[in-house]
Every structure is written in structure tokens, then in C-alpha cells.
């Protein structure tokens, strides 16, 4: 007696848990990486997405929010009492606030009119850009007009707002990388099957003399902190565009001889590697370790959940600038380690919205869009991961603030304008995917 088959599909089968897990891989395999656009140029549209998911990202603007917000709460209490110094004696209590609240304003007037120039213009301007900030950094450094804090020459006096070039040359930087790669590495599989180092080489070496230019420059403000910064935001921006794990190895490990070079020529650098190992050693107490060991001390006595807003007894005083490079000591101080484990989260998720931005974008073919977005979140991650290491004591003192929530004009500006570059992307993205074209 011969079997019975049954027809096709008429009875459904069950699938075990192993089944499921591996055809949900197997859809997951078309996924695209961040750095491979789609093949045959198709782009992909949504053309069902309704018109009220156009416009701007509402979580990311309402994190920002929340950090401008904060920082400025901080700024005022950080900087309440420093009229009580005789240096300061001259100014209101509310007079770094004011500022502070300018430089906001200001910033966030920019950004909405960066938030209007279509990511096609800041292509095409990205090169001028690069070289204004150049110009700007050699500006600073002739005497008589830029100006000089703490033997330190950083700043342009433009009478309303103190404005430090350094920080263009971040968001300059990060517009010229992306255009550069875009249009040298292509960001397909040349570099990666390249096999010729010297073709490497030279691909690499004009985008890598144009950032030793900036970063001499700085080094002679002194400004090591944003010369790290672009070092950083380049090699970044260059790993994402497609650079084999060998070559960037070779970059990285050049890098970080070149700053150790840096370090070990500049007795005031060394100083401040030892004092970071032992900052509480009678030799370093009251020197470069002074910061550093107040800083502990401010986040020490915040314990779980701060001694609350405006009881902060180091910033009387105690801990110099803890309203600029240590304003995560005073936040740690009165709210406690549940007030710095919120800030952190924060950053973390801002940061990884808007590398999914990025990575959006370049899955539209939109090379350049994607590495400004990806080159954005390298600026404003690790500038907070370094700053959130100093003040914990998890990494050297280095002069880098804290982003969108520390005092500094300059710094508050550029943010919020890269931010807005952001924003533009992920409009530019969304539009796309509705209309298929922009």
C-alpha cells in the first residue's frame, strides 16, 4: 500500500525555537554595514511613511534639551560664590550665567540657521571651512590680538563673546575628513583590496598633513586637549570610510607615538602624568595634582545621592574652574552618583542616535551626510569621555569641557551648531525616504 504525501502547505508545520532564530538571521544578513552604501545605486524608500514623521529626531532635540538645561542650572550654582574671590571681585554673581545664557541664545539662533543649509552647500563648503580655521588659528597666535589666559593664547576678543578657534577647527575638521574620504577612498573596497601601501600613502598624506597643521598650530596656543580631538575625529572618519584594520593599526600606532613624543618634550606634560598617578603625594598635592584631588574629593562626598543642588563646598573656592573643565565634579557632588550615571546615560544615547543617523544616511548612498553625522558623534563622545575621566580621576587632567553643559562660549556655539548639521541629516534622510528624492 503505497503512502499518502500530503499537498503543499496544507498543514502548517511547527517551527522550533532554533528554526525561527536562524531565518530571523537570515533576514538580518540583507541588513546593510555602516560603512557599505547600497549596491546597483537603488535607494530605499518608504513611500507609505506618513508626513508627520518628517522633521527633526523629538528624542535627540529633548536630550539636548535636557543637557543645555542642566548645564546651565550648574553653571549658576558652579559659579555662584566666585565673586567672593578677589580676582572676580568685580563681577555679579549672575555674571557668568548671563554669558552663558548669551552664548545659548546665540547658539541655538545659529543652529536653526545651520538646520536650513541643505548638506549639498556644506559639501561644497567644507574645504573653505577647513582653511578659515586655519587662518583663525594663525590669527590667534599674533600678538596683540589673540588673546592670552593662564599663558595660554586661545582666544579671538570679538566684544560680545570670547571666541576660540580651536573650536571651529573641530567642526571644520569634521566636514573636511568626510568630504575628503568621500571623494578619495569612495568608501567602497578599494582600500580595503588596495595591497599597495605607497598608493595608501598617498592617498592618506594630504588629509593627514592638513590635520599636522592644525594640530602645530594648536600646539603652540598651547591646546594639546583639541589637537587630541581632531586626531581623533580624523582617524575616526578614516576608519569608517574604509580603511583596512592593518592600515589604521599603523596610523593609531603612529598617532600615539607622536603624542608621546609630545608628552616626553614638555616637562609641564610630564608633571601632569605623575601627578595623576599619585595626585595626593605631598609633591603633587598642592600642584598639578591640586585639581585632580579635589576633584575626588567633591565626587567623594556627593555618595549616592548628592548633598543637593547649590550645597557643593568645593566650588567655593577649593576646586579651580569648576565651572568650565570640572563641572562634572560639582554635578557629582550634589546629585550623587545617580546624578552622574543619568548624565552618562544621556550622552550614550545621544551619541548612538546620532551614529544611526549616520549610518542611515550612508545606507541612502549619502557618503558624506553619513560620515558628518558619525564624525559628530566621535567629536561629542569622546570629548565627554574624556572629561567625565578627568573628573573621575580615570584618566589625566586634560583641558576639555564638558559638551553643551559646560561654561565657554565657544564651545556651546559649535555644539549646538554640529548638532543642528545632525538634525539636517537625519531630515535630509527622512525626506528621502519619503519622497525618494530630495
Not at 601627578?275 to 585632580?292: K, T, V
Request: charged residues 15%; contains cysteine.
Amino acid at each position: 500500500m503505497s503512502a499518502v504525501l500530503p499537498e503543499p502547505h496544507s498543514t502548517p508545520q511547527k517551527t522550533g525555537w532554533f528554526q525561527r532564530l536562524r531565518a530571523r538571521w537570515q533576514r538580518n544578513d540583507d541588513a546593510l554595514p555602516v560603512r557599505m552604501p547600497l549596491p546597483g545605486g537603488e535607494r530605499s524608500q518608504s513611500p507609505t511613511m506618513p508626513l508627520s514623521q518628517l522633521g527633526i529626531d523629538q528624542w535627540l532635540l529633548w536630550c539636548l534639551v535636557i543637557l543645555l538645561l542642566w548645564g546651565l542650572v550648574m553653571v549658576y550654582s558652579a559659579s555662584i560664590a566666585m565673586p567672593d574671590n578677589p580676582r572676580f571681585a568685580k563681577y555679579a554673581p549672575t555674571h557668568f550665567l548671563s554669558r552663558h545664557v548669551f552664548a545659548m541664545l546665540l547658539g541655538s539662533v545659529m543652529a536653526i540657521l545651520a538646520f536650513q543649509v541643505p548638506m549639498r552647500w556644506w559639501e561644497k563648503g567644507a574645504p573653505w571651512l577647513f582653511m578659515g580655521s586655519i587662518a583663525l588659528l594663525v590669527v590667534v597666535l599674533v600678538p596683540g590680538i589673540g588673546k592670552g589666559v593662564n599663558g595660554a593664547r586661545r582666544w579671538l576678543n570679538l566684544g560680545l563673546i570670547n571666541f576660540q578657534p580651536s573650536e571651529l577647527a573641530k567642526l571644520a575638521t569634521v566636514l573636511y575628513a568626510s568630504d575628503y574620504i568621500r571623494r578619495k577612498m569612495e568608501v567602497q573596497e578599494k582600500i580595503v583590496h588596495m595591497g599597495d601601501i605607497e598608493r595608501f600613502i598617498r592617498a592618506v598624506a594630504p588629509m593627514a598633513l592638513a590635520v599636522a597643521v592644525v594640530g602645530a598650530l594648536l600646539l603652540a596656543e598651547p591646546d594639546m586637549g583639541a589637537f587630541l580631538v581632531i586626531a581623533v575625529i580624523a582617524m575616526g572618519i578614516l576608519f569608517l570610510g574604509g580603511v583596512n584594520a592593518r592600515m589604521f593599526s599603523l596610523i593609531a600606532v603612529i598617532l600615539v607615538a607622536v603624542f608621546a613624543l609630545i608628552i616626553g618634550m614638555s616637562p609641564f606634560r610630564r608633571e601632569r602624568i605623575f601627578a595623576y598617578l599619585d595626585p595626593w603625594s605631598a609633591e603633587h598635592a598642592l600642584g598639578r595634582g591640586y585639581q585632580l584631588s579635589h576633584a575626588l574629593i567633591a565626587v567623594g562626598r556627593g555618595e549616592w545621592f548628592g548633598v543637593g543642588l547649590g550645597g557643593s563646598i568645593e566650588k567655593l573656592h577649593w576646586l579651580p574652574e569648576a565651572h568650565t573643565d570640572f563641572l562634572l565634579a560639582v554635578i557629582g557632588e550634589e546629585f550623587g552618583f545617580v546624578g552622574l550615571l543619568l548624565l552618562i546615560i544621556l550622552f550614550f544615547w545621544i551619541v548612538r542616535r546620532i551614529v544611526e543617523i549616520g549610518r542611515q544616511a550612508i545606507s541612502l548612498e549619502r557618503t558624506f551626510s553619513g560620515l558628518v553625522a558619525q564624525g559628530v558623534g566621535l567629536w561629542i563622545g569622546f570629548q565627554a569621555f574624556i572629561n567625565i575621566g578627568v573628573n573621575l580621576g580615570a584618566l589625566p587632567t586634560k583641558g576639555l569641557t564638558l559638551p553643551l553643559m559646560s561654561y565657554g562660549g565657544s564651545a556651546l556655539l559649535l555644539n549646538l551648531i554640529a548638532l543642528a548639521i545632525v538634525m539636517r541629516v537625519d531630515y535630509e534622510n527622512r525626506l528621502l525616504m519619503r519622497k525618494g528624492s530630495l
